[in-house]
């Protein structure tokens, strides 16, 4: 009787501790294998790094990559104004925009503003972008403007980035 008393408590014991262990150890298994698969090892500054020295396709994509994060980082932010006024490529302009805007870094608005008056369309919409998140108060004059051009998009931004400067 005590061989059967003492099997049913090794038995119970397994059941109750050692199989739960076992499948919750599995999954932080499968969580860390997961992670370290898809975990981006690159940082702010490496991206930045990225953006300035390759080429024209995988700059842009880089970027994009950036705008992507959310960084406080006031390297990165000055780094990001140097591309948003000094880089001619647009489409790396447009994303440092964007990410300007994601930081709510109010260092960035004047040249967030200064670009609202740039030729190139799609660089002036990811700037109004920016400045709806940054609910910069300074930039509702030329957004008014902008809400009045023949370009529905712009017009259509720009509303927008007004209404959320007066939340």
Same mark, same amino acid.
Do not use: H, T
């Given at each position: 009787?005590?061989?059967?008393?003492?099997?049913?408590?090794?038995?119970?014991?397994?059941?109750?501790?050692?199989?739960?262990?076992?499948?919750?150890?599995?999954?932080?298994?499968?969580?860390?294998?997961?992670?370290?698969?898809?975990?981006?090892?690159?940082?702010?500054?490496?991206?930045?790094?990225?953006?300035?020295?390759?080429?024209?396709?995988?700059?842009?994509?880089?970027?994009?990559?950036?705008?992507?994060?959310?960084?406080?980082?006031?390297?990165?932010?000055?780094?990001?104004?140097?591309? +948003? !006024? /000094?880089?001619? =490529? &647009?489409? @790396?302009?447009?994303?440092? #925009?964007? %990410? *300007?805007?994601?930081?709510?870094?109010?260092?960035?608005?004047?040249?967030?503003?200064?670009?609202?008056?740039?030729?190139?369309?799609?660089?002036?919409?990811?700037?109004?972008?920016?400045?709806?998140?940054?609910?910069?108060?300074?930039?509702?004059?030329?957004?008014?403007? +902008? !809400? /009045?051009?023949? =370009? &529905?998009? @712009?017009?259509?931004?720009? #509303?927008? %980035? *007004?209404?959320?400067?007066?939340?």
């Amino acid at each position: 009787m005590r061989d059967i008393k003492k099997w049913i408590s090794i038995r119970f014991i397994s059941k109750m501790l050692l199989l739960p262990f076992l499948i919750v150890s599995s999954g932080v298994f499968s969580f860390l294998l997961i992670s370290a698969y898809f975990f981006e090892r690159d940082g702010g500054l490496q991206y930045l790094q990225k953006i300035k020295g390759y080429e024209d396709n995988r700059r842009w994509q880089a970027a994009w990559v950036f705008s992507l994060q959310k960084s406080k980082d006031p390297k990165i932010v000055d780094e990001l104004i140097n591309l +948003l !006024s /000094k880089n001619k =490529d &647009e489409k @790396i302009q447009m994303f440092a #925009a964007l %990410a *300007l805007g994601k930081m709510q870094n109010k260092k960035a608005s004047p040249f967030l503003i200064k670009a609202l008056f740039s030729k190139k369309r799609e660089l002036k919409i990811c700037s109004i972008l920016a400045l709806g998140n940054l609910k910069e108060k300074r930039a509702q004059s030329c957004l008014i403007n +902008l !809400s /009045k051009e023949r =370009d &529905e998009g @712009i017009k259509k931004v720009s #509303a927008w %980035a *007004l209404e959320m400067i007066k939340r």
